[in-house]
């Protein structure tokens, strides 16, 4: 079957400029999670959906950035007005819910100049 | 509010050498575990996980793991290391008592010298 799918793979952007990254999560999954990669960095928490809950947005780092879910599936990762210090890969993962194993995409590089 | 050490930013370890990677975590109640590997190229792959029962959890690709709550350690283990587990490897601690937010280490690489 299809695992969890992202686009674009790699973006680049000028500075000031929105951008919006998509996570596929694989059918049937409920819990989906956003991650951010810093060059040499470990994983950064963003937000994590379950269900119909309300997202746990605690790691979104400012309030430049936010996302949503929609039906419970496609996810959408905006950033506004980009800064350098956003340049990352954003990872998304989904699981079948809490306490299982997330099953990672191959994330987005983005690239803010 | 949980969170995850790696103490070793890199290891360098012989083929068919033995391995151990490092890890500490922080959560006020029994935390769920996590070891995932990241290879060049590809995406992160779960080896292994602990929620409860046996503190000693067999992985996949030969890896394991055991819990350890007096020290605060789930530290990962190989007994012969093979050249393709050259990778980076990310322990992480699950909040199991409602959400989900899942805190990362920073990550340890994995270099095997032949």
């Known amino acids: 079957g299809a695992g969890v799918s992202q686009s674009p793979s790699n973006k680049v952007t000028e500075k000031g400029k929105d951008v919006e990254l998509r996570c596929d999560p694989i059918?049937?999954?409920?819990?989906l999670y956003w991650y951010r990669q810093s060059l040499g960095q470990g994983l950064e928490f963003l937000i994590y959906f379950q269900g119909n809950s309300a997202p746990d947005k605690s790691g979104l780092p400012s309030d430049r950035f936010s996302a949503e879910r929609t039906g419970g599936s496609v996810s959408t990762l905006t950033i506004q007005r980009t800064q350098q210090e956003d340049s990352a890969v954003y990872l998304c993962a989904s699981s079948l819910g809490n306490g299982e194993t997330q099953y990672f995409g191959p994330g987005t590089r983005l690239l803010v100049l | 509010a949980q969170s995850v050490t790696q103490p070793d930013i890199h290891i360098t370890v012989s083929e068919g050498a033995s391995l151990e990677l490092r890890c500490n975590y922080s959560?006020?109640?029994?935390?769920?575990l996590f070891w995932y590997v990241q290879s060049p190229g590809q995406g992160l792959q779960l080896l292994l996980k602990y929620f409860s029962g046996d503190t000693l959890v067999q992985g996949i690709k030969g890896f394991e793991a055991e819990f350890k709550r007096s020290q605060s350690s789930f530290n990962l283990r190989k007994p012969s290391v093979h050249w393709s587990d050259a990778a980076e490897y990310f322990c992480?601690?699950?909040?199991?008592?409602?959400?989900?937010?899942?805190?990362f280490g920073a990550g340890t690489r994995l270099f095997v010298k032949a």
């Open positions: 059918s049937g999954h409920t819990a």
């Open positions: 992480a601690v699950g909040d199991g008592t409602g959400g989900f937010k899942t805190i």
């Open positions: 959560y006020g109640a029994t935390p769920y």
